[in-house]
């Protein structure tokens, strides 16, 4: 996935802001929560994508090559992974875990807050589950 992908792709998911912080990190977020990361790695100059996801996910992403616990995140009890490389999983796979981390993200808003968004979160983990 290039960085334009990334962009491209999490600018489908509605109600995401996106704004560029820490140094030339592009953040997404969805009302005010931070649901992915994506920046150039030092070495190689290959674009690490960052996202939350869910315990299960976590313990089985963490251990696969091209995946790691996220640096500062996961150090912090936090269940979010980092994809190094396309070769581990592929962009139709990142885009789902994107979205799962939207989700996610959603899912810990204020109720007034998805209301005011008109995000039916209940609906989107029965959607999930089915």
Not at 105 to 129: E, G, M
């Amino acid at each position: 996935m290039t960085l334009d992908g990334y962009n491209t792709f999490c600018s489908t998911l509605a109600h995401a802001s996106h704004v560029v912080q820490w140094g030339d990190a592009h953040v997404w977020k969805i009302g005010g929560k931070v649901f992915a990361v994506a920046h150039w790695g030092e070495e190689e100059r290959k674009l690490l994508v960052t996202f939350k996801c869910s315990p299960l996910s976590y313990d089985l992403l963490k251990e696969q090559p091209g995946l790691q616990p996220a640096p500062y995140l996961a150090s912090r009890g936090l269940k979010w992974i980092q994809r190094t490389g396309k070769d581990s999983m592929s962009d139709a796979t990142l885009r789902k875990y994107l979205t799962q981390s939207y989700w996610l993200a959603a899912s810990n808003l204020p109720k007034k807050t998805l209301r005011d968004l008109k995000l039916d979160v209940d609906a989107q983990r029965i959607a999930a589950k089915g």
